[in-house]
């Protein structure tokens, strides 16, 4: 179908983009790949008066060194993100995620601000942003102000970035060589998305020094899977395998996943497990 | 045969240059346009002055519709008119549906736009004419329609209850029909049977999605009357009957074109009401309109297919052979009865026995309405049904037994030396062989070598199990001889037409009258008509798809085309030749009776130089300066054929599927297919469809499902959540022939068309279930998804029933069948439950804003 | 608004609303056919052509965002460069393998698949299915079009096509 009618800005750099939200707050609408919101609008279950259609502002795009994070430009996009060479050689858990999104046509639009702006839990980003420890920056009227991922997401599609705020970046945290990780996404056909996600990163030097658990669509957002990661700290070398399995029987403990078509919530529950036993095994084994 | 050992296509028509073309690959001559791009689909049409329709559809699955307040659409800009069901139901009549099934079947009025009550999500309410599509949809957007809810009915066997509420406030109850069928003595095979395995599966809801959505574009050609309609339809001959019909449009003046048609499967054979109404409202304000359907649009307003409840039963005796069948449906019509809605269970009446000898079979079909979108023929239509039932039956019956399921086959089936067969149902099957495909399917699938890796994994305790699916399918197909489709009061024929119009260079026009949506009939008639006329393929064009240029015919669907309208182009050919034989006799001053035809030319036998050529003969008739007396000049001929008989396609095919019982994840590992369609025309377009038909079925089995909730609210209302498999989702299937000539055609041909998706489903279906058997599973509930896999493991786990090969006395077998049915009941209503909830994810694709 | 885009070679200079999906400028402003609508939910791909040289779904782009850049449609795939007798290798293998039926999808995925072959010249068959997976067929079952890439990236298709030149003449007589 065809959206219905709006006014379209198109912001150069993120001052442009929020002088523009500064001008009609509730009523615009960031517009960045648009792979969640043109669909919406052209089912006419978004009605934007207006879009700032922030996707060529140069300011946004592009990853930089800032010597022990990274930061990535909201309007990056996935398979800019999957090829970039400093995320692959710092948080190559990032392009590994990023190219399990939707499909190529989508990564070639889709951009990492969108993907946590739109705060899907069924995303594949927001668990990965959590599990990183990942910084949202969100620039503002006032300027900018950082927030941490875990304080990110605030409901069901609802994100810490106020109607007059944008995205800008993300910071992510170099990892070294002792971190391993897995993403484990389940869904019904290539193309959809996950029913349920688990993430895992795992530090050792022999045994476990730190484990994290992110899990996608257990939740109104993403969840770290934290019982488990407690059970999971200080295993021993020869203690991982056991310490997983038992670890990763706690991962569903604490979350009210949803119930849809493909999933009730204790199915969920049972992925989730599942799930994260098997990226955590898979995470180890790398 | 085996696909992967052949050369190229290319190099195959290359060196097969000269040789005759059916039996052959020949590249095909539609895929110039196509990989190009320069198509002709009907919403690639514009026409001067043309204005765009868009309609308003009711949001509920039942309501009474209290007013319809047009005025603020006729305020906005771009719009040119705006109609109630009210305003338009003067205008045409009701809907059609062409096959009573009985004589007391009860038919919902269906008008082109509800005028009181709307009876499903989807039903259209009001139309608004507008410049542009994006001025009609926003205007669509400001009629105001006053809806009174009213019950929706939305589980069939809730609907037959009595004092249920009702789907349509003026009718009865919610039956449409019950058509029954019996041959042999029932009571006796069962009272004295050994065993009695009785089950229920339900086959879910379809949605058929070519990839072309719906459209149709009418253009009124000033004060002569004359109509011309572009749709995307399988069946302009019978759009153009039945909108003559409906429209109250003298036939005559109705010029009905399928251009480039992206693909069909049953759901654009049909008449439906956009049609009907871009026709009555262009006539009525002069100006061509066109209306294209959205995808979430055409998943409400496009039919839906399959829908049926089988409660299924076999008499068997102790050593397993079968006495009789006991078939008992529920088919969900929907809110009212399109063209052949009604029909489609039937055409799956005669296929439950299937390959199977027994000494008798009852069946009884109740059609049954409800608040949904209305079903139909959907690739395979009835067939896939009766298959599925069947092949899982005779599986699970083999399982109580302690039988292999192919020794099971094998000791039921209808041998090669018993053909022809008059089967329990009454068909007679020409011929056949399902020793041969079945030993082909077994060497290429290493079955023996497959049941021994599935046993070492079991011993290994793997939690990924793997499991074998058979199916020995049949069906039929061809539809068929016109007074069988008369006694089973369809209303229409089955004949097929053809014409060939020899020009003056000797070139050909074949005109068919079936309508190809991607089959490949341009290719596959030049092959045939180029080697029954003797002149090159290439000299060859194929005209279809207009009524103005095949002024008849019956179209395109269950796998009638070749075998018919093929057959018909045979015939046509033969009746030029024949007329060409007569001006070769009279032009080298022979006797007709030692003309010999070859090839293209003509020669007076035991004298070889005196010859001449089809070319010269089209030349010489057009000129027509000398031909033989009593002669017409021409040698153009038509020939109209009624097939004698229905054709029988027949195959095995193999399934191996690897099942993660701690997931519920299905996936199918290799697929082999065997199948007999008798002789081929064109092997590499024979594959393709079979390709196609197979990822259909392989649908069926693990991806797709229409899901409503209990308000009668389409939950997989997108393609976010009806899940089309795409390329990762299917693997690379290996694909065979045998071949056994059908005796009713000259082609000794047999359809293909639905033969993958009839016979896949089950193959699938009982290779999951084969999978989790020792986990006490004996039925999943389809699509086989991670959740309905999951629920059948948990619901077998908290049975505690752990399968056994033991043999089931039949006073147990009635207790199976009722755990069978709970566990699907509970699922059905967990299904209901999560409809209930949020889909989270309804609108997205898999990517980030 | 105003957009000045590049189709296939040619710059293009027209109103459109800001609303306006560039499948939709490339249907009913331009007049293109190689571009089709499947879906409304950017899931099937039938409308997939390249932007500036890259693989998108022209339903969820804005025909405004395509102001000042480059668009190559099944149209204009085929350049002096990619051609064999007014064919891009892509669309000849998809001819020869019968990697299409009833042509719907076909501008799409081929349109995808020059993508794919354009980053990854010599593809597996699971990276040519993983490449393919934004772009859905009904007719095929997919097992031709794999070929069809196969056999394509054997030829050398990996030239994804150009944004340079007319589109080519397709020789009609291509199966003798």
């Known amino acids: 179908m065809i959206p219905a009618s709006f006014d379209y800005i198109k912001a150069d750099s993120a001052e442009a983009a929020v002088a523009a939200l500064g001008e009609h707050g509730d009523d615009a609408k960031v517009l960045a790949g648009g792979h969640s919101l043109i669909p919406m609008m052209r089912l006419r279950l978004a009605v934007p008066e207006v879009l700032v259609d922030v996707s060529t502002a140069s300011d946004l795009r592009g990853v930089t060194d800032a010597g022990d994070h990274l930061v990535i430009g909201a309007a990056t996009t996935h398979d800019e993100v999957v090829h970039d060479d400093l995320v692959r050689t710092h948080c190559g858990v990032l392009s590994h995620v990023a190219e399990t999104i939707g499909d190529p046509q989508v990564r070639h639009r889709g951009t990492i601000g969108g993907g946590l702006a739109h705060g899907d839990s069924a995303g594949d980003l927001p668990a990965t942003a959590v599990a990183l420890d990942a910084t949202m920056v969100i620039h503002g009227p006032g300027g900018e102000r950082e927030v941490a991922a875990a304080d990110f997401f605030v409901d069901y599609l609802e994100t810490a970035v106020g109607a007059d705020e944008l995205l800008v970046a993300i910071k992510v945290p170099k990892l070294d060589g002792s971190w391993s990780w897995n993403y484990q996404k389940f869904g019904r056909v290539a193309q959809a998305w996950a029913i349920v996600g688990a993430l895992a990163l795992v530090n050792s030097n022999g045994s476990i020094s730190e484990a994290r658990v992110g899990l996608t669509h257990m939740g109104v957002g993403p969840v770290r899977a934290s019982a488990t990661e407690a059970a999971l700290s200080g295993a021993s070398t020869d203690a991982i395998p056991q310490a997983i399995e038992d670890a990763a029987a706690s991962a569903a403990d604490g979350t009210e996943p949803p119930s849809d078509l493909n999933a009730d919530a204790d199915f969920r529950r049972h992925l989730a497990r599942v799930l994260t036993r098997r990226a955590l095994e898979a995470a180890v084994a790398n | ?849 | 608004m105003q957009v000045n885009v590049t189709v296939d070679g040619t710059e293009h200079s027209n109103e459109a609303e800001p609303r306006q999906l560039l499948v939709h400028h490339l249907r009913e402003t331009l007049g293109m056919t190689g571009v089709n609508v499947g879906c409304d939910t950017s899931n099937c791909g039938a409308c997939t052509v390249h932007l500036d040289g890259r693989s998108v779904k022209s339903c969820t782009v804005l025909a405004v965002q395509a102001d000042g850049r480059e668009v190559t449609t099944v149209h204009g795939l085929a350049t002096d460069e990619t051609t064999e007798e007014g064919w891009h290798p892509l669309q000849r293998a998809f001819h020869e393998e019968h990697g299409l039926q009833c042509g719907y999808c076909t501008p799409g995925m081929i349109m995808a698949a020059a993508d794919l072959l354009g980053q990854n010249p010599d593809p597996s068959e699971e990276e040519i299915r993983d490449g393919l997976e934004g772009n859905l067929c009904r007719c095929t079952g997919y097992v031709n079009i794999v070929r069809a890439v196969q056999s394509a990236a054997a030829a050398g298709g990996s030239n994804g096509g150009g944004n340079g030149s007319a589109p080519a003449t397709a020789t009609e007589e291509v199966s003798a």
């Open chain 2, 1 to 849: 045969m085996t696909t992967t050992e052949n050369p190229t296509p290319a190099q195959q028509a290359a060196s097969d240059q000269g040789e005759l073309n059916v039996g052959r690959t020949r590249l095909r001559k539609e895929d110039a346009r196509l990989v190009t791009g320069r198509t002709n689909f009907t919403d690639d049409i514009r026409l001067p002055g043309m204005v765009h329709m868009a309609l308003v559809r009711s949001p509920m699955a039942h309501a009474t519709i209290n007013s319809v307040d047009l005025s603020g659409a006729l305020e906005m800009p771009g719009v040119i008119a705006a109609y109630s069901g009210a305003d338009v139901a003067d205008m045409a009549g009701g809907l059609p549906c062409a096959w009573p099934v009985t004589e007391d079947m009860v038919t919902p009025e269906h008008k082109v736009l509800a005028v009181d009550e709307a009876a499903y999500v989807g039903d259209g309410v009001a139309a608004v004419i507008a410049t542009t599509q994006a001025q009609a949809v926003d205007a669509a957007e400001r009629v105001l329609v006053d809806y009174g809810q009213l019950p929706a009915v939305v589980d069939m066997k809730t609907a037959i209850e009595d004092g249920a509420d009702l789907a349509h406030s003026d009718l009865d109850s919610n039956s449409s029909f019950v058509w029954p069928f019996a041959m042999g003595d029932i009571d006796d095979a069962f009272d004295n049977a050994a065993h009695v395995v009785e089950r229920e599966f339900i086959n879910q809801r379809l949605i058929p999605m070519a990839m072309e959505p719906r459209s149709v574009v009418v253009a009124p050609m000033g004060v002569s009357g004359e109509l011309t309609i572009w749709s995307a339809t399988q069946v302009p001959h019978i759009l153009r009957l039945m909108l003559a019909l409906t429209a109250g449009v003298n036939e005559a003046q109705l010029r009905v074109i399928a251009p480039d048609v992206g693909g069909g499967f049953g759901s654009k054979l049909n008449v439906y009401a956009e049609e009907v109404l871009a026709l009555v409202l262009a006539q009525k304000l002069g100006r061509p309109i066109k209306w294209t359907e959205t995808r979430s649009e055409g998943f409400q307003a496009t039919i839906h297919g399959r829908d049926q409840i089988q409660r299924i039963s076999l008499a068997l005796d102790d050593d397993g052979r079968i006495r009789g069948l006991k078939v008992d449906l529920l088919a969900n019509m929907g809110a009212y009865l399109q063209l052949v809605t009604p029909g489609v269970p039937l055409l799956g009446a005669f296929m439950y026995p299937a390959i199977y000898k027994m000494d008798a079979y009852d069946f009884t079909c109740r059609g049954v309405f409800t608040n949904k979108t209305p079903t139909d023929a959907y690739r395979g239509a009835g067939r896939p049904e009766a298959t599925f039932a069947i092949e899982r039956i005779v599986t699970e019956a083999a399982h109580e037994l302690g039988m292999d399921p192919m020794e099971f086959r094998k000791r039921n089936w209808i041998t090669h030396e018993e053909f022809p067969y008059e089967m329990i149902a009454g068909l007679t099957y020409d011929s056949g062989n399902y020793e041969a495909a079945t030993a082909k399917a077994m060497e290429m699938f290493d079955y023996d070598g497959r049941r021994a890796e599935q046993a070492a994994r079991r011993d290994a305790g793997d939690h990924k199990e793997l499991g074998i699916g058979i199916s020995t399918f049949t069906e039929m197909c061809g539809l068929a001889p016109s007074r069988v489709l008369g006694s089973l009061s369809y209303g229409a024929g089955g004949w097929e037409y053809a014409a060939i119009r020899m020009l003056p260079t000797g070139k050909a026009e074949v005109i068919t009258g079936t309508t190809p949506h991607g089959q490949g009939h341009v290719t596959a008639w030049s092959q045939i008509a180029s080697d029954a006329l003797g002149i090159p393929f290439e000299d060859i064009e194929v005209r279809h798809g207009d009524t103005s240029v095949a002024h008849k015919g019956m179209d395109t669907y269950g796998s009638r085309s070749l075998v018919v309208g093929g057959y018909a182009v045979v015939e046509a050919c033969n009746k030029v030749v024949e007329k060409a034989k007569w001006v070769a006799a009279h032009l080298l001053e022979a006797d007709e009776d030692d003309i010999e035809f070859s090839g293209g030319t003509f020669q007076v036998a035991g004298a070889p130089e005196q010859s001449t050529t089809m070319q010269d003969i089209a030349l010489a008739t057009f000129a027509a300066h000398d031909y033989p007396e009593g002669m017409e000049p021409s040698l153009d001929s038509d020939a109209t054929i009624d097939p004698e008989n229905f054709s029988f396609p027949h195959g095995t095919h193999l399934a191996l599927v690897e099942v993660d019982t701690e997931t519920g994840k299905v996936e199918l590992l290799d697929y082999v297919s065997v199948d007999d369609i008798g002789k081929v025309v064109n092997p590499q377009i024979v594959e393709g469809q079979v390709h196609g038909g197979l990822a259909q079925g392989i649908a069926q089995a693990l991806y797709e499902g229409v899901v409503y909730d209990d308000a009668g609210n389409l939950q997989t209302g997108t393609l976010v959540d009806y899940y089309t498999p795409g390329t990762p989702d299917l693997p690379n299937f290996r694909t065979d022939r045998t071949e056994t000539p059908a005796t009713t055609n000259p082609l000794g041909v047999k359809g293909v068309g639905e033969a993958g998706t009839i016979a896949s489903t089950p193959a699938v279906m009982n290779a999951v279930i084969d999978a989790l058997r020792p986990r006490g599973v004996n039925e999943v509930l389809m699509p086989a998804s991670p959740r309905n896999v999951w629920t059948a493991l948990q619901t077998a786990a908290a049975n505690g029933s752990a399968g056994s090969g033991d043999v089931q006395a039949a006073d147990t077998t009635a207790d199976d069948a009722g755990a069978d049915g709970a566990q699907a009941d509970n699922a059905g209503q967990a299904q209901h439950a999560a409809g209930d909830l949020d889909s989270t994810d309804s609108t997205n694709n898999g990517g980030a804003a």
